[in-house]
């Protein structure tokens, strides 16, 4: 298990506090399989290489409060196109909480995390892939909606976004914010300024120094600090 890496991967936040996980960078999807078993459940998922497929995972214990009915892909199977993923979602009856895209010779492929979208977990949710930032906006105000999940990536010389977004109304209607190609300082002084915790925080980048990121208004008094490219939830600030 490794604790840093080109990105950061966050727990879940939770009104009783952050999950326990664990982060495991570079494995291939047979061993996410086996490192998930039967007890745990993965809660973000990204791609460290797309040719062979090498994934950066967290997890957490799949038991208590933190249940839940959920699955992932490409699991050991094989890669998962557009069409594919909202294909099992349907079957699944689930929604993405968590989209990693890839590009391998001019086609995007994914890997995903899902949960069952059924009960109190019930919600409205909308996923788009290969679109512009221009686009994310427009479908933001179209559907009235706010990100769960943003990733961009290079394809086809430029760069194309994934997102994943839930209504912004009723019982999950929060105060929120969202920035692309951002650097760790620009994070930083944005949580300072809004109040804000880390709802999802990727690296816009190669080097992994630039980051997408969304953030909800905060409920703690303190905010997390920023430690190279990790971040370490619930301390207080150092600067």
């Not at 999807?29 to 086996?34: A, H, L, N």
């Not at 933190?66 to 079957?91: I, M, N, R, T």
């Not at 880390?198 to 905060?218: C, Y």
Request: glycine share 8%; proline share 6%; aromatic share 12%.
């Amino acid at each position: 298990m490794r604790l840093s890496g080109p990105a950061a991967v966050l727990p879940e936040p939770r009104d009783y506090g952050p999950l326990p996980f664990t982060w495991y960078y570079g494995q291939t999807p047979r061993q996410v399989q086996d490192l998930v078993g039967a007890d745990n459940r993965l809660v973000t998922i990204q791609v460290e290489r797309a040719s062979p497929l090498l994934l950066d995972v967290a997890m957490v214990r799949n038991s208590g409060t933190a249940h839940k009915d959920w699955w992932w892909v490409p699991g050991a199977g094989e890669a998962v196109g557009g069409s594919q993923l909202g294909e099992y979602c349907a079957f699944r009856e689930g929604r993405v909480v968590s989209l990693a895209p890839y590009v391998v010779d001019g086609t995007t492929y994914f890997a995903a995390v899902l949960v069952a979208n059924n009960g109190t977990d019930h919600k409205g949710w909308w996923w788009y892939f290969d679109i512009p930032k221009a686009n994310v906006t427009s479908l933001l105000s179209q559907n009235k909606a706010r990100l769960v999940d943003l990733r961009s990536y290079p394809k086809n010389g430029s760069t194309a976004y994934a997102a994943v977004m839930i209504p912004n109304t009723g019982p999950d209607e929060q105060k929120w914010w969202w920035y692309t190609g951002v650097d760790a300082a620009s994070v930083k002084a944005s949580l300072k300024e809004n109040k804000a915790l880390l709802a999802s925080l990727q690296s816009a980048d190669r080097a992994g120094t630039t980051f997408d990121v969304i953030m909800n208004a905060g409920v703690v008094n303190t905010m997390p600090s920023f430690q190279a490219v990790s971040w370490v939830w619930g301390t207080g600030d150092t600067d």
